[in-house]
Each structure stands twice: as structure tokens, then as C-alpha cells.
């Protein structure tokens, strides 16, 4: 019986696939075709957009995992919209993948479309962000960074940094409104200031990790403060628009301005190493092959951990050994 049913989902995806292949409508980066051993683990992946080179490495990350496990992606990528990642959630329940996987780009505005796929069966993984929701079982677990301990080891190092200073103006540019990164860095670094009355947050904007944004956020931050000690940035991207800007107005990242990013791509460790950022806390997009390891455990029915964090650390100028660093995958 369950059998037949694998059967049939193999031919439902095959007769998609010829479909999309007609239409024009294609996965973007796997064969469209699958007519391929009835053993393989067939895993949909909605990714929220390519915002950054973290996400350009994430997205790398989990399409070369997939083929090395041999894990045939469904891979979508929603471009920042969250309609579009719903949209193609409801196809990989269409299809009947073995399990769906995806980054969700806002935390609330799940509960129907993940409804939809466990009456369907199958197994939710989150990665890289979590949802907002009441109903626990609708996800079956989560693969990503904790963003909260990021958030109080960015607070760790300026506490350090400025240990010596009467008083600190901190300008904050955080990611996107309502993204798990982003309540979870301002919460993490403001518990970890506590209630030092010495550091205050002058202003706090979105730049919604483009580095675009970043910039004229900081454009903005410099016409309207004139005191700022500290730009804590939610990502490298902003923080490397945000550098443009600071520069732009004749002072010098890393000196006149402390500049804590969060990320780690090689872009930031080079600045970094030329003492124009003072601390990168790392964020590690390379979580592709554990994402194909529980996909294929689902898919054999066995249980996984609830919650897997992924291993990081800091980069600071307090490091000694910056120069030895091996370089960076994303
Ligand atoms: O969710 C992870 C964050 O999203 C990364 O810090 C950022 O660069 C990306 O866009």
C-alpha cells in the first residue's frame, strides 16, 4: 500500500515535472524531469530570496548538498515575497514530495498552508528561520543558528570594546521587520547590555539585509545624530552600505565609528583585517548537508532533533589570528 503510494507520488512529480517542462515553468536549478530510482527522497525547498550573499552561499550550500545525498531538490525561490513561498509550499504538497523544507521569510502567516501539508503528510522542516505559530506540531523541527546568542555576542564584544568609555551612542541597522534574525540580534545584544545606563540605542532602522538599504540608512542615521559611537548592522551586506556612507562623510570605519556586523562573508573579514569593522559575529549559510540528512531521515520515518543549531563564533580585533584564517565559502 505505502508503496503504491510512493508509486504514485513518483509519477505525480514526473507528470509535473513533463508539465512545467511544457509551460516553461521549470525549478530553477534541478532536473525537471525526475524519472529517477523510486528510492529517492524527494525534498521541496523554498528559499525566501537571494537579499544577500549569506543567502547566495545558503542557497549553494543546499543545492550541492542535495547532490551529494542524492536528494532530489524541488528548489523554488520566492524573491522576498511571502505569497510566493506559500505558493510554493502548495505545489510541493501538489506534487507529494517525501518532505518540504523552507526559510521563512516572517515569522507570523503560516498556520494555513502548513495545515494543508500535514493533512497531506508530510513532514515541515524550518531552516534558517523559525514561524510564529500556536499549533507546535505543524513543524517537525528546525536547522539554523541561534540568532539570540549572535545578538548577545555582538553586545559581549562592545561591552569589552568600550569597557573604558563614560558613554556609548549606538545606531542599530536591523534586518527584516518580523524575521526571526531580527527580533533575535536586538533582543540578544540589548540583554546583553542590560541595564548598563552608559550604552543607549539612539535609533533603530531596517535595512532588510540589502545592502542598498544599509547605506541610505546610515546616510540617514549620520544626518540625524551627530554623537554616533557604535553601528551594530543585522548583516554584512548592510554594514558594507553602511561603510560607503560613513566614508562618504569623511570618517573612518573602525575608528571613529565602532562597527559591529553579523554574517561573516569574506567581504567583512577582509574589512575586518583592514580595521574598518571591529567585530564580525559569525552566521554560517552552510547548513545543506544537514538539511539533506534529517530530509532523508523523515523520509524513512525516523524522528529528529527538535531544534539543531549550527556551531559559531566571533572574529574580532581582539583575534590574533586573523591572517591564518582559511577563506570563506560565501
Ligand atoms: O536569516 C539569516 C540572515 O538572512 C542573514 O544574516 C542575512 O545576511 C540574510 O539575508
New binding site residues.
Partial sequence: MKHCKRLNRRLAVALAACLMLLTGCAPQSQPAAPMQDAKQVILGFSQL?S?????IG?TKSIQEAAKRAGVQLMYENAEQKQEKQIKAIRSFIAYQVDVIAF?PIVEDGWDNVLGEAKQAGIPVLTT??RINTADESLIVGFV??D?YAEGRRAGRFLLAKAADMAQVNIVEIS??VD???MRERALGFRDELGGDTRYTILESVSGD?LRSKGKECMQGLLKRHSDIDVLYS????MTLGAIEAIEAVGLTPGKDIIIIT??G?QAAIDLLKAGKINCVVE?T?LIGDKIMELANKLAAGESIPRNIYSDERVFSEFDTDLADLPPREY
Fill in positions: 530570496g537579499e544577500s550573499s549569506w543567502r545558503n526559510s534558517d528561520r539554523g543558528s540568532f534586518g527584516t524575521s526571526t534574525p539585509f543585522h548583516n554584512d551586506g553579523v554574517d562573508e552566521c549559510p
